[in-house]
């Protein structure tokens, strides 16, 4: 499985930005696609993942009702709408795949890793 992300950039705080990632070397429905995010001097942490066979999702405290995760009709490409950004919300965003049914942040699950995106938000 391979993994593009795009949609990265800057943005001022409280606005929204939408991230991409293109996935290519499915062969079922049965994957789950995660995002994580690792900021300067932290450790990488889950924000969402989703479940392409049910489409059940998962989010941190920290981005739900905040950030959403989806996927498209074709489940190649995975998506997050993240809205009312905030300067905390600033590393770099990583999509993640696994074969698997239910949509987990634990990062030990994820078998597959895109390069990464960077999102910066100013304040």
């Known amino acids: 499985v391979q993994l593009v992300e795009s949609g990265g950039g800057l943005v001022q705080a409280g606005g929204s930005l939408r991230l991409s990632c293109g996935a290519s070397?499915?062969?079922?429905?049965?994957?789950?696609m995660g995002w994580f995010r690792q900021a300067p001097g932290k450790e990488r942490e889950g924000v969402a993942s989703?479940?392409?066979?049910?489409?059940?999702?998962v989010y941190s405290d920290s981005v739900r009702g905040r950030f959403t995760i989806s996927s498209s009709n074709a489940k190649n490409t995975v998506y997050l709408q993240m809205n009312d950004l905030k300067p905390e919300d600033t590393a770099v965003y990583y999509c993640?795949?696994?074969?698997?049914?239910?949509?987990?942040?634990?990062?030990?699950?994820?078998?597959?890793w895109g390069q990464g995106t960077q999102v910066t938000v100013s304040s």
């Open positions: 070397g499915f062969t079922s429905d049965d994957y789950i």
């Open positions: 993640a795949s696994s074969w698997g049914l239910v949509a987990t942040l634990w990062q030990l699950e994820y078998k597959s």
């Open positions: 989703i479940s392409l066979s049910d489409g059940d999702t």
